[in-house]
């Protein structure tokens, strides 16, 4: 047994030593579905249906005593455009999570396949939109398998973070990351290391800050990524300004620069706009613009209305109307 394994393992074994108090078991889904309208400066225009990041999940929580809370977690993407069970950009992609966590006065553990440090301090600030475009300004990653997790109890709040892992892209290193996190009267702000992302020895630094006020939100963050090519180093800025009009209303705008030129420039200026109408507690619209000047998100269509649902070629950029539904239960 790996040492990471050995340290969780003992944790558990620790906590499930006392007497079990209360456990529930949680079977949940998020389906999310969009009809888009797609301009690729190179290629044709197509109209089709996108997923907008469906998922199914189960949820098992036991309560070991009033301090420690073991939690089991497993977490399936739905491609309810292509009719299938993986990731709407990626069809390999046949997990979300699947984790097993422990929780406590001294912090949260977890080892599997989850939300990463980094992603969670650092970008998750400024991806709020709805539709599929969402969270593709970024370098860093969004989820690891055999990743070991930890988060630090919140000390007046400062906090801590930290993930390990082996799914990195690399048969030698670990994909480490690191965080410190402040938070207090509707203003935070996060530092965060990302290192070795990927297979070129890249590091990324961040930096990302938030402030509510009523009915605004404001986010901005900026990251530097450095590669062992310097040629190929580069950075992201992200703006967001969201406003919630009333209680099923929200509007929200993010202009972003993105300059990675290990990856093509990856969006180079990105414009995106949107709105939600939280029609009941389960259901909301979403309507949004997006635009980029270089390819990111934006593809061709690989197949008729309906099937349009993978990163297809070289796109050049573009812009997309997206219309669309979110029902969670």
Same mark, same amino acid.
């Given at each position: 047994? &790996?040492? @990471?394994?050995?340290?969780?393992?003992?944790?558990?074994?620790?906590?499930?030593?006392?007497?079990?108090?209360? #456990?529930?078991?949680?079977?949940?889904?998020?389906?999310r579905? *969009? =009809?888009?309208?797609?301009s690729?400066? /190179? !290629?044709?225009?197509?109209?089709?249906?996108?997923?907008?990041? +469906?998922?199914?999940?189960?949820?098992?929580?036991?309560?070991?005593?009033?301090?420690?809370? $073991?939690?089991?977690? %497993?977490?399936?993407?739905?491609? %309810?455009?292509? &009719?299938?069970?993986?990731?709407?950009?990626? &069809?390999?992609?046949?997990? @979300?999570?699947g984790?097993? &966590? $422990? +929780?406590?006065?001294?912090?949260?553990l977890?080892?599997? @396949?989850?939300?990463?440090?980094?992603?969670?301090?650092?970008?998750?600030? =400024?991806?709020?939109f709805?539709?599929?475009?969402?969270?593709? #300004?970024?370098? /860093? /990653?969004?989820r @690891?398998?055999? /990743?070991?997790?930890? *988060?630090?109890?919140?000390?007046?709040?400062?906090?801590f973070?930290?993930?390990?892992?082996?799914?990195? !892209?690399?048969?030698?290193?670990?994909?480490?990351?690191?965080?410190?996190?402040?938070?207090?009267?509707?203003?935070? %702000?996060?530092?965060? $290391?990302?290192d070795?992302?990927?297979? #070129?020895?890249?590091?990324?630094?961040?930096?990302a #800050?938030?402030?509510?006020?009523?009915?605004?939100?404001?986010?901005?963050?900026?990251?530097?990524? +450095?590669?062992?090519?310097?040629?190929?180093? !580069?950075?992201?800025?992200?703006?967001l300004?969201?406003?919630?009009?009333?209680?099923?209303?929200?509007?929200?705008?993010? =202009?972003?620069?993105?300059? $990675?030129? *290990?990856?093509?420039?990856?969006?180079?200026?990105?414009?995106?706009?949107?709105?939600?109408?939280?029609?009941?507690?389960?259901l909301?619209v979403?309507?949004?613009?997006?635009?980029?000047?270089?390819? *990111?998100?934006?593809?061709?269509?690989n197949?008729?209305?309906g099937? +349009?649902?993978?990163i297809?070629?070289?796109?050049?950029g573009?812009?997309a109307?997206?219309?669309? =539904?979110?029902y969670?239960?």
């Amino acid at each position: 047994m &790996q040492p @990471r394994m050995k340290l969780f393992a003992a944790g558990a074994a620790l906590a499930l030593s006392q007497s079990a108090i209360a #456990a529930d078991f949680e079977a949940y889904g998020s389906l999310r579905l *969009a =009809v888009e309208s797609v301009s690729p400066d /190179t !290629g044709d225009n197509y109209t089709g249906l996108r997923d907008a990041y +469906s998922r199914v999940g189960v949820k098992f929580n036991t309560a070991i005593n009033a301090d420690w809370t $073991l939690t089991a977690q %497993l977490e399936v993407p739905l491609d %309810l455009a292509n &009719q299938g069970a993986h990731s709407p950009y990626d &069809q390999e992609d046949k997990l @979300r999570i699947g984790k097993a &966590q $422990l +929780s406590g006065p001294v912090g949260t553990l977890w080892y599997g @396949r989850g939300w990463m440090a980094y992603y969670n301090a650092i970008a998750y600030p =400024v991806d709020y939109f709805s539709s599929y475009y969402s969270g593709w #300004a970024t370098p /860093t /990653t969004f989820r @690891r398998e055999k /990743t070991l997790y930890y *988060a630090s109890p919140d000390f007046n709040g400062l906090s801590f973070s930290a993930a390990t892992t082996e799914d990195n !892209g690399t048969e030698d290193k670990n994909r480490n990351q690191y965080v410190a996190s402040y938070a207090a009267n509707n203003f935070s %702000l996060a530092l965060g $290391l990302d290192d070795n992302a990927g297979s #070129a020895d890249n590091q990324i630094m961040g930096l990302a #800050a938030s402030y509510t006020t009523g009915p605004w939100y404001i986010a901005g963050k900026y990251e530097e990524m +450095s590669t062992s090519d310097e040629k190929n180093d !580069g950075s992201t800025k992200n703006l967001l300004v969201q406003y919630r009009i009333d209680n099923k209303n929200t509007v929200r705008g993010m =202009v972003a620069d993105v300059d $990675l030129p *290990a990856w093509g420039g990856y969006g180079d200026t990105v414009i995106h706009l949107g709105w939600d109408h939280q029609y009941d507690d389960n259901l909301k619209v979403f309507l949004e613009y997006y635009q980029e000047e270089s390819t *990111a998100a934006i593809s061709q269509a690989n197949d008729s209305f309906g099937t +349009s649902g993978y990163i297809s070629g070289t796109a050049n950029g573009g812009q997309a109307f997206t219309m669309g =539904v979110r029902y969670d239960f």
